[in-house]
């Protein structure tokens, strides 16, 4: 049995549904558990961008996963919040951190710098604007993925390679990219995800790729399984196909999480 803890609502103005939605296709699916975790609201003058909750809308966002979890009850509904990580702002999260009785945080990288954010399909232009925005692309990327990662501020990181989002990769062997990352997960024992909403992206495959996931499981990093579900249809989407791409890399656990603590529990 899996979690499914990367859910959107419709506070982040571009997800549908609402909680008992998606807990009714959780338990159809056969999830364990599922949590929420949707998109941070960021300090500063809002809006930040259009695609998050305002800071004034979190304490509704808390009051209705903890409703839902009522309801839900006995399946188990964890609170979460995806949190934008930009290097310099870490107190923000550390004052996130303390605003709700939080499950887990999850760390995502999506801006490589104000106003730009990596996996925003109006920016696609970017990628083919000079024979090395890929590769500039990519390092800005994952420099601020690593930091996210090292900053330990988070139970686990989302959607690792997001910067191949729309098919533009460097060429050549990619590890180069992966390597500062998967240590420093290693170094403070951050979990890393798996995400299905890859396959569903013009890359068409999962966050991380192959290589990536096969160092993961060698550095023996913590994984979960999540959909990145944005509607109630596409919570546990494609977690067989997660499921046999983990097993294929040597995993034999997954993580859950409940009070910001963690524990393994093993596939099926
Ligand atoms: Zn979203
Ligand atoms: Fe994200
Ligand atoms: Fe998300
Ligand atoms: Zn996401």
């Known amino acids: 049995m899996l979690a499914d803890y990367h859910l959107h609502t419709p506070l982040c103005h571009h997800a549908t549904g609402e909680p008992l939605e998606y807990v009714a296709v959780a338990r159809a699916r ?64 550390e004052q996130v951190a303390r605003m709700a009785p939080w499950d887990y945080l ?14 925003n399909p109006k920016w696609i232009g970017r990628f083919t604007a000079s024979d090395t925005a890929v590769e500039e692309i990519w390092v800005g990327y994952w420099r601020a993925y690593e930091r996210c990662v090292a900053s330990g501020l988070f139970d686990f990181v989302a959607h690792p390679d997001l910067a191949k989002k729309f098919g533009f ?4 062997d990619l590890r180069r990219f992966y390597e500062p990352t998967v240590e420093a997960a290693a170094r403070t024992g951050v979990a890393m995800e798996v995400s299905t909403a890859g396959l569903h992206k013009p890359v068409g495959e999962l966050y991380p790729a192959p290589e990536l996931l096969s160092m993961m499981h060698a550095a023996t990093i913590p994984v979960v399984i999540s959909s990145d ?8 989407r494609d977690f067989d196909h997660a499921l046999a791409a983990v097993r294929a890399a040597g995993f034999t656990h997954t993580a859950r999480f409940e009070g910001r603590r963690r524990r393994l529990e093993p596939l099926f």
């Open 106 to 119: 999850i760390g995502s990288v999506h801006y490589l710098a104000p106003g730009w954010d990596v996996d």
């Open 169 to 172: 990769r460097p060429p050549g």
């Open 229 to 236: 579900a944005h509607a109630p249809g596409e919570v546990g």
């Open 30 to 93: 056969g999830l364990a558990e599922i949590g929420f975790s949707d998109h941070s609201p960021m300090p500063g003058l809002e809006p930040f961008d259009d695609w998050r909750m305002a800071r004034a809308d979190l304490p509704r966002y808390v009051d209705m996963i903890l409703a839902a979890r009522e309801a839900a009850a006995p399946f188990p509904v964890r609170l979460g919040l995806e949190c934008d990580f930009i290097p310099g702002q870490e107190t923000w999260i």
